[in-house]
């Protein structure tokens, strides 16, 4: 499942985590690639022990964990600590890879096995050209780009490339999800579900709520079993 989460930053957020990144020291890109990934890999990322790392980094945490969309399309058990990266000028592109499956966190030895990719813009889509996200799956391919403060979710399994960047520049943050489902056929079942459910209580609140209608006194009966129905889902497939 490949998901657009819109609007994950607030703009305040965006501006700082932008002024936060912007001003520190990057290295080259290569510092969390494999050996594969690291031959195509041409693009600079921040060492994730600098401060200003961490404060953008708790600046994006804080934005996923009150996020119902991420949390309810990842049911993320482990978040990797989220990541910058620039693309322009010389190092302006990220060729065709699949990400490392298990990824350890060196701070905390922690290991976050890579279920989810995500890529978070930070800049405007308008102010560079190129710079795509182009992943591979079943449908043919799918390139992406989308304004700043949006999110891409997609499975960890996919090629994927940053297509050259020839204006401006391209700042990005990106990080991988450990779910509680690890299979993505299952999340995606799940998620629809949770989605058609949340439409139908809105519908059913909308119409309780019309003049001349009585107060209702709970939920309908239907509503009820799905929402039975997601949970024993979940409990049947996910492993925390
Ligand atoms: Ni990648």
Known sequence: MLLKIPKVLTPEELAQVRQLVLCADWADGRITAGSQSGSVKNNRQLPEELPAAQQARHIVSVALARN??????????????????????????????IDNAVRTHAATARHVRTDMSCTLFLSDAESYDGGELVVQDTYG????????????????TSVHRVEPVTRGERLACFFWVESMV???????????????????????????NEPGQSPLSGERPEV?????????????????
């Open 141 to 156: 391919e799918q390139r992406i780009k989308f304004a700043a403060g949006d999110l891409v979710m997609y499975p960890g």
């Open 182 to 208: 690890r299979s993505d056929a299952q999340r995606r079942l799940l998620y629809d579900m949770d989605m058609a459910i949340t439409a139908l209580r809105r519908q059913n609140l909308a119409l309780n």
């Open 68 to 97: 119902p969309q991420f949390v309810t399309g990842a049911l993320p058990k482990s978040v990797y600590p989220p990541l910058f990266n620039r693309y322009s000028g010389g190092a302006n592109f990220f060729g065709n890879h």
């Open 224 to 240: 009820v079993t799905l929402t039975g129905c997601y949970h024993n889902l979940l409990r049947m497939w996910a492993d925390v």
